[in-house]
Protein backbone atom coordinates (compact mmCIF):
# COMPACT_ATOMS: atom_id res chain seq x y z
CA UNK A 1 0.00 0.00 0.00
CA UNK A 2 1.10 3.34 -0.83
CA UNK A 3 -0.14 6.79 0.76
CA UNK A 4 0.55 10.40 0.19
CA UNK A 5 0.56 12.64 2.96
CA UNK A 6 0.84 16.56 2.24
CA UNK A 7 2.05 19.29 5.34
CA UNK A 8 -0.66 21.44 5.07
CA UNK A 9 1.22 24.55 4.55
CA UNK A 10 4.74 26.07 4.09
CA UNK A 11 7.37 28.22 6.39
CA UNK A 12 5.57 29.95 9.65
CA UNK A 13 2.24 30.45 8.35
CA UNK A 14 -1.16 30.73 10.44
CA UNK A 15 0.06 32.03 13.76
CA UNK A 16 -1.91 30.98 16.72
CA UNK A 17 -3.87 33.73 18.25
CA UNK A 18 -4.06 31.87 21.80
CA UNK A 19 -0.36 31.03 21.97
CA UNK A 20 2.40 32.98 19.22
CA UNK A 21 4.88 29.83 19.48
CA UNK A 22 2.54 27.65 16.95
CA UNK A 23 2.05 28.21 13.90
CA UNK A 24 0.20 25.35 11.96
CA UNK A 25 2.97 24.76 9.42
CA UNK A 26 5.41 23.89 11.42
CA UNK A 27 3.06 21.63 13.83
CA UNK A 28 1.73 20.22 10.27
CA UNK A 29 5.36 19.84 9.33
CA UNK A 30 6.60 17.72 12.37
CA UNK A 31 3.25 15.67 12.36
CA UNK A 32 3.47 14.63 8.78
CA UNK A 33 7.24 13.56 9.07
CA UNK A 34 5.78 11.35 12.06
CA UNK A 35 2.95 9.54 10.48
CA UNK A 36 5.32 8.85 7.65
CA UNK A 37 7.92 6.90 9.74
CA UNK A 38 5.42 5.11 12.26
CA UNK A 39 3.08 4.23 8.66
CA UNK A 40 6.45 2.99 7.40
CA UNK A 41 6.46 0.04 10.30
CA UNK A 42 3.42 -1.33 8.83
CA UNK A 43 5.21 -1.69 6.11
CA UNK A 44 3.36 1.04 4.34
CA UNK A 45 4.61 3.01 1.30
CA UNK A 46 4.69 6.77 2.32
CA UNK A 47 5.66 9.97 -0.20
CA UNK A 48 5.39 13.59 0.98
CA UNK A 49 4.11 16.15 -1.51
CA UNK A 50 7.39 18.80 -0.16
CA UNK A 51 10.89 18.62 0.56
CA UNK A 52 11.34 21.40 1.66
CA UNK A 53 9.34 23.16 4.33
CA UNK A 54 9.97 26.24 3.36
CA UNK A 55 8.87 26.34 -0.55
CA UNK A 56 5.60 27.14 -1.68
CA UNK A 57 3.75 24.65 -3.91
CA UNK A 58 0.62 24.91 -5.87
CA UNK A 59 -2.72 22.95 -4.46
CA UNK A 60 -3.89 21.10 -7.32
CA UNK A 61 -0.05 19.73 -7.71
CA UNK A 62 0.29 18.72 -4.06
CA UNK A 63 -3.07 16.24 -4.76
CA UNK A 64 -2.14 15.25 -8.36
CA UNK A 65 1.69 14.07 -6.15
CA UNK A 66 -0.54 11.34 -5.28
CA UNK A 67 -1.15 9.46 -8.61
CA UNK A 68 -0.72 5.46 -7.74
CA UNK A 69 -1.82 6.06 -4.04
CA UNK A 70 -4.50 4.27 -2.15
CA UNK A 71 -4.51 7.26 -0.08
CA UNK A 72 -4.15 11.30 -0.09
CA UNK A 73 -4.21 12.84 3.60
CA UNK A 74 -3.34 16.71 3.80
CA UNK A 75 -2.63 17.31 7.88
CA UNK A 76 -3.59 20.94 9.19
CA UNK A 77 -5.35 22.79 12.31
CA UNK A 78 -8.11 24.65 11.82
CA UNK A 79 -9.76 28.09 12.85
CA UNK A 80 -12.35 30.32 13.57
CA UNK A 81 -11.32 33.98 12.22
CA UNK A 82 -8.33 35.09 13.80
CA UNK A 83 -8.76 35.54 17.12
CA UNK A 84 -8.63 33.38 20.40
CA UNK A 85 -12.16 31.18 20.71
CA UNK A 86 -12.00 28.41 23.52
CA UNK A 87 -15.75 27.47 22.59
CA UNK A 88 -15.28 25.87 19.14
CA UNK A 89 -13.08 22.22 19.22
CA UNK A 90 -13.67 19.54 17.15
CA UNK A 91 -11.77 17.53 14.42
CA UNK A 92 -13.19 17.29 10.87
CA UNK A 93 -12.13 15.55 7.52
CA UNK A 94 -12.88 17.46 4.79
CA UNK A 95 -13.42 14.12 2.35
CA UNK A 96 -13.32 14.38 -1.70
CA UNK A 97 -16.85 14.83 -2.88
CA UNK A 98 -16.76 11.49 -4.48
CA UNK A 99 -17.10 10.26 -1.14
CA UNK A 100 -13.69 7.81 -1.73
CA UNK A 101 -12.34 9.04 1.47
CA UNK A 102 -15.34 9.21 3.63
CA UNK A 103 -15.11 5.77 5.70
CA UNK A 104 -10.91 6.45 6.60
CA UNK A 105 -11.82 10.57 7.01
CA UNK A 106 -14.55 9.57 9.29
CA UNK A 107 -11.78 7.30 11.58
CA UNK A 108 -8.75 9.42 11.22
CA UNK A 109 -11.09 12.71 12.47
CA UNK A 110 -12.54 10.05 15.29
CA UNK A 111 -8.92 9.06 16.06
CA UNK A 112 -8.11 12.84 16.56
CA UNK A 113 -11.33 13.17 19.09
CA UNK A 114 -10.04 10.70 20.80
CA UNK A 115 -6.71 11.01 21.58
CA UNK A 116 -6.97 15.02 22.18
CA UNK A 117 -10.13 14.67 23.93
CA UNK A 118 -11.44 17.56 22.11
CA UNK A 119 -14.74 19.19 23.30
CA UNK A 120 -16.91 18.61 19.99
CA UNK A 121 -17.53 15.30 18.16
CA UNK A 122 -15.76 14.57 14.76
CA UNK A 123 -17.14 15.34 11.98
CA UNK A 124 -16.90 14.55 8.19
CA UNK A 125 -17.62 17.51 5.48
CA UNK A 126 -17.69 18.09 1.48
CA UNK A 127 -17.36 21.17 0.08
CA UNK A 128 -18.23 21.43 -3.75
CA UNK A 129 -17.17 24.30 -5.78
CA UNK A 130 -17.69 25.48 -8.90
CA UNK A 131 -14.58 22.85 -10.41
CA UNK A 132 -15.51 19.65 -8.61
CA UNK A 133 -14.27 19.77 -5.10
CA UNK A 134 -13.64 23.44 -3.53
CA UNK A 135 -10.04 22.17 -2.22
CA UNK A 136 -7.64 22.63 -5.01
CA UNK A 137 -5.53 19.36 -3.16
CA UNK A 138 -8.52 17.03 -3.55
CA UNK A 139 -9.02 18.33 -6.88
CA UNK A 140 -5.65 17.57 -7.39
CA UNK A 141 -6.09 14.11 -6.04
CA UNK A 142 -9.35 13.01 -7.54
CA UNK A 143 -7.93 13.53 -10.82
CA UNK A 144 -5.36 11.37 -10.58
CA UNK A 145 -7.54 9.11 -9.16
CA UNK A 146 -6.47 9.46 -5.39
CA UNK A 147 -9.08 8.87 -2.61
CA UNK A 148 -8.45 12.30 -1.29
CA UNK A 149 -9.09 14.34 2.43
CA UNK A 150 -7.96 17.14 4.66
CA UNK A 151 -7.85 16.57 7.83
CA UNK A 152 -8.01 19.02 10.64
CA UNK A 153 -6.61 18.47 14.03
CA UNK A 154 -8.90 20.43 15.93
CA UNK A 155 -8.09 24.46 16.23
CA UNK A 156 -5.33 26.54 16.67
CA UNK A 157 -7.48 29.43 17.99
CA UNK A 158 -8.48 27.16 20.96
CA UNK A 159 -5.83 27.91 23.60
CA UNK A 160 -6.13 23.98 25.20
CA UNK A 161 -5.56 22.69 21.66
CA UNK A 162 -2.93 24.89 20.98
CA UNK A 163 -1.02 24.13 23.91
CA UNK A 164 -1.73 20.47 23.67
CA UNK A 165 -0.45 20.14 20.35
CA UNK A 166 3.04 22.56 21.11
CA UNK A 167 3.86 19.11 23.20
CA UNK A 168 6.11 17.07 21.21
CA UNK A 169 5.11 14.14 23.37
CA UNK A 170 1.11 14.49 22.10
CA UNK A 171 1.83 15.25 18.12
CA UNK A 172 4.14 11.87 18.22
CA UNK A 173 1.21 10.39 20.25
CA UNK A 174 -1.14 11.83 17.54
CA UNK A 175 0.87 10.70 14.69
CA UNK A 176 1.56 6.99 16.32
CA UNK A 177 -2.28 6.64 16.60
CA UNK A 178 -3.11 7.86 13.14
CA UNK A 179 -0.87 5.47 11.66
CA UNK A 180 -2.44 2.90 13.77
CA UNK A 181 -6.01 4.07 12.83
CA UNK A 182 -5.09 4.15 9.23
CA UNK A 183 -3.06 0.09 9.36
CA UNK A 184 -6.51 -0.90 11.03
CA UNK A 185 -8.87 0.47 8.46
CA UNK A 186 -6.81 -1.40 5.45
CA UNK A 187 -6.38 -4.65 7.33
CA UNK A 188 -2.35 -4.04 7.65
CA UNK A 189 -0.74 -5.92 10.29
CA UNK A 190 2.65 -4.69 11.58
CA UNK A 191 5.27 -7.17 10.42
CA UNK A 192 7.06 -8.75 13.12
CA UNK A 193 10.63 -7.79 13.39
CA UNK A 194 12.64 -10.65 12.71
CA UNK A 195 14.22 -12.59 15.31
CA UNK A 196 18.36 -11.98 16.10
CA UNK A 197 20.18 -15.07 17.01
CA UNK A 198 23.72 -15.55 17.91
CA UNK A 199 26.37 -13.14 17.77
CA UNK A 200 25.75 -9.68 16.39
CA UNK A 201 27.94 -6.91 16.25
CA UNK A 202 26.06 -3.67 17.00
CA UNK A 203 26.05 -0.40 18.65
CA UNK A 204 30.14 -0.75 18.59
CA UNK A 205 30.00 -3.96 20.10
CA UNK A 206 28.72 -7.51 20.18
CA UNK A 207 25.84 -8.78 21.46
CA UNK A 208 24.32 -12.75 21.99
CA UNK A 209 20.80 -13.01 20.82
CA UNK A 210 19.15 -15.92 22.40
CA UNK A 211 16.96 -17.72 19.65
CA UNK A 212 14.03 -18.81 21.55
CA UNK A 213 13.31 -15.26 22.92
CA UNK A 214 15.41 -13.08 20.12
CA UNK A 215 16.42 -11.32 23.48
CA UNK A 216 20.25 -10.36 23.76
CA UNK A 217 21.52 -12.20 27.39
CA UNK A 218 21.80 -9.38 29.93
CA UNK A 219 23.50 -9.51 33.09
CA UNK A 220 24.49 -12.27 32.77
CA UNK A 221 27.41 -14.99 31.54
CA UNK A 222 26.58 -17.62 28.45
CA UNK A 223 28.63 -19.93 27.52
CA UNK A 224 29.37 -20.61 23.09
CA UNK A 225 31.46 -23.16 21.87
CA UNK A 226 33.27 -23.82 25.26
CA UNK A 227 34.24 -20.13 25.97
CA UNK A 228 32.53 -18.43 28.51
CA UNK A 229 31.51 -14.45 27.80
CA UNK A 230 29.22 -11.54 30.58
CA UNK A 231 27.12 -9.06 29.17
CA UNK A 232 26.70 -5.86 30.52
CA UNK A 233 22.86 -4.57 31.42
CA UNK A 234 22.94 -3.20 27.83
CA UNK A 235 23.33 -6.90 26.51
CA UNK A 236 27.44 -5.46 25.20
CA UNK A 237 30.07 -8.22 25.53
CA UNK A 238 32.35 -7.20 28.20
CA UNK A 239 36.07 -7.26 26.94
CA UNK A 240 39.21 -6.94 29.22
CA UNK A 241 37.63 -6.46 32.16
CA UNK A 242 36.77 -8.63 35.54
CA UNK A 243 33.41 -10.07 36.49
CA UNK A 244 32.88 -11.93 40.21
CA UNK A 245 31.00 -15.14 39.23
CA UNK A 246 27.94 -16.35 41.33
CA UNK A 247 30.76 -18.65 43.50
CA UNK A 248 32.29 -14.61 44.51
CA UNK A 249 35.68 -15.61 42.40
CA UNK A 250 37.34 -13.24 40.17
CA UNK A 251 37.26 -13.93 36.39
CA UNK A 252 38.84 -11.90 33.90
CA UNK A 253 36.92 -11.28 30.08
CA UNK A 254 40.27 -11.62 27.42
CA UNK A 255 40.20 -9.02 24.22
CA UNK A 256 38.07 -11.41 22.12
CA UNK A 257 35.58 -11.80 25.16
CA UNK A 258 36.46 -14.80 26.41
CA UNK A 259 37.13 -16.15 29.47
CA UNK A 260 40.65 -16.45 30.41
CA UNK A 261 41.74 -19.80 31.62
CA UNK A 262 45.35 -21.01 32.15
CA UNK A 263 47.05 -17.46 31.55
CA UNK A 264 48.77 -14.90 32.76
CA UNK A 265 46.98 -11.32 32.75
CA UNK A 266 48.06 -8.02 33.13
CA UNK A 267 46.01 -5.58 34.70
CA UNK A 268 47.10 -2.06 35.30
CA UNK A 269 51.19 -2.93 35.35
CA UNK A 270 49.95 -6.38 37.63
CA UNK A 271 50.52 -9.50 37.20
CA UNK A 272 47.68 -12.21 37.52
CA UNK A 273 47.07 -15.76 37.46
CA UNK A 274 44.10 -17.05 35.61
CA UNK A 275 43.92 -21.00 36.52
CA UNK A 276 42.35 -23.58 34.62
CA UNK A 277 38.70 -23.30 34.85
CA UNK A 278 39.18 -19.09 34.39
CA UNK A 279 38.95 -18.42 38.31
CA UNK A 280 41.91 -15.91 40.06
CA UNK A 281 44.58 -17.75 41.44
CA UNK A 282 45.04 -16.25 45.25
CA UNK A 283 47.88 -17.72 47.10
CA UNK A 284 51.45 -18.30 46.48
CA UNK A 285 52.85 -19.62 43.28
CA UNK A 286 56.84 -21.69 42.63
CA UNK A 287 58.12 -20.94 39.36
CA UNK A 288 60.80 -22.73 38.49
CA UNK A 289 62.56 -22.92 34.76
CA UNK A 290 62.99 -26.08 32.66
CA UNK A 291 66.55 -27.21 31.20
CA UNK A 292 66.11 -24.62 28.46
CA UNK A 293 65.62 -21.78 31.22
CA UNK A 294 61.61 -21.36 30.36
CA UNK A 295 60.22 -20.35 33.59
CA UNK A 296 57.02 -23.22 34.72
CA UNK A 297 54.62 -23.03 36.96
CA UNK A 298 55.52 -26.52 39.15
CA UNK A 299 53.32 -28.07 41.11
CA UNK A 300 54.26 -26.50 44.68
CA UNK A 301 53.14 -26.67 48.06
CA UNK A 302 53.81 -23.80 50.51
CA UNK A 303 52.60 -23.38 53.65
CA UNK A 304 50.37 -19.59 53.32
CA UNK A 305 49.55 -18.63 56.87
CA UNK A 306 50.04 -22.37 58.20
CA UNK A 307 47.55 -23.87 55.47
CA UNK A 308 49.32 -25.33 52.55
CA UNK A 309 48.69 -23.16 49.67
CA UNK A 310 46.87 -24.92 45.89
CA UNK A 311 48.60 -24.46 42.75
CA UNK A 312 48.09 -25.67 39.50
CA UNK A 313 50.22 -27.13 37.32
CA UNK A 314 50.22 -25.56 33.46
CA UNK A 315 50.92 -28.57 31.12
CA UNK A 316 49.91 -26.37 28.02
CA UNK A 317 52.64 -23.24 28.84
CA UNK A 318 54.94 -25.92 28.65
CA UNK A 319 53.74 -27.65 25.30
CA UNK A 320 53.43 -24.45 23.76
CA UNK A 321 57.08 -23.74 24.46
CA UNK A 322 57.97 -27.26 22.95
CA UNK A 323 56.29 -26.45 20.24
CA UNK A 324 57.59 -22.89 19.17
CA UNK A 325 61.37 -23.75 20.01
CA UNK A 326 62.26 -20.62 18.20
CA UNK A 327 61.27 -18.44 21.00
CA UNK A 328 63.73 -20.18 23.54
CA UNK A 329 66.45 -17.82 24.30
CA UNK A 330 69.95 -19.01 22.61
CA UNK A 331 72.47 -16.89 23.67
CA UNK A 332 73.97 -15.58 26.70
CA UNK A 333 73.24 -11.91 26.80
CA UNK A 334 69.33 -12.56 25.97
CA UNK A 335 68.91 -14.88 29.14
CA UNK A 336 70.41 -12.22 31.19
CA UNK A 337 67.46 -9.69 30.44
CA UNK A 338 65.23 -12.53 31.23
CA UNK A 339 64.80 -12.38 35.01
CA UNK A 340 63.87 -8.76 34.86
CA UNK A 341 61.45 -8.83 32.13
CA UNK A 342 59.26 -11.75 32.93
CA UNK A 343 56.07 -9.44 33.54
CA UNK A 344 56.89 -7.53 30.76
CA UNK A 345 57.32 -10.57 28.51
CA UNK A 346 54.31 -12.19 29.87
CA UNK A 347 52.24 -9.08 28.89
CA UNK A 348 53.27 -9.00 25.38
CA UNK A 349 52.81 -12.77 25.02
CA UNK A 350 49.66 -12.16 26.38
CA UNK A 351 48.91 -9.63 23.68
CA UNK A 352 49.84 -11.55 20.76
CA UNK A 353 48.02 -14.20 21.63
CA UNK A 354 45.02 -12.24 22.33
CA UNK A 355 45.05 -10.38 19.14
CA UNK A 356 45.21 -13.74 17.27
CA UNK A 357 42.84 -14.53 19.40
CA UNK A 358 40.34 -11.77 18.54
CA UNK A 359 40.75 -12.59 14.71
CA UNK A 360 40.10 -16.39 15.26
CA UNK A 361 36.89 -15.35 17.64
CA UNK A 362 35.21 -12.95 14.76
CA UNK A 363 36.48 -15.74 12.17
CA UNK A 364 34.29 -17.95 14.38
CA UNK A 365 31.45 -15.53 14.98
CA UNK A 366 31.41 -15.14 11.27
CA UNK A 367 31.06 -18.71 10.53
CA UNK A 368 28.54 -19.44 13.45
CA UNK A 369 26.23 -17.02 11.90
CA UNK A 370 26.86 -18.29 8.64
CA UNK A 371 25.72 -21.77 9.96
CA UNK A 372 22.95 -20.17 11.61
CA UNK A 373 21.73 -18.60 8.75
CA UNK A 374 21.47 -21.91 6.47
CA UNK A 375 20.04 -23.42 9.03
CA UNK A 376 17.37 -20.97 9.46
CA UNK A 377 16.72 -20.83 5.82
CA UNK A 378 16.67 -24.67 6.07
CA UNK A 379 14.03 -24.29 8.17
CA UNK A 380 11.83 -21.87 6.39
CA UNK A 381 11.72 -24.62 4.08
ZN1 LIG B 1 -4.52 24.78 7.08
Redesign the pocket.
Known amino acids: MKICIDA??YGRY?QSPADRRYY?SELTWRLHLLQKRYLEEYGIEVIVTREDQKKDLGLYSRGAASRGCALFISD??NAVGTVVNDEVDYPAAYCAIDGRADGIGMALAQCVEQVIGTGQQARIEHRRGQHGDYYGVLRGATAVGTPGLILENSFHTNTRITRWLLEEENVDRLARAQAETIALYYNIIKPLPEKKSGWVEEDGGWRFYLGNTGEPVRNDWYQDGGDWYWFDGAGMMIQNDWKTGSDGRWYFLGSSGAMVRSQWVVWKGELYRMTGDGSMYQGAICLQSDEKGALLIQKAVPEVNGKKAVTETEPEVNSRKKGQPETVPNTEGQKKDLPGKIPEAGADRQQKMTGKTVLRKQKEKQRIRRVRKKKNKKRRV
Open positions: GHNEHT
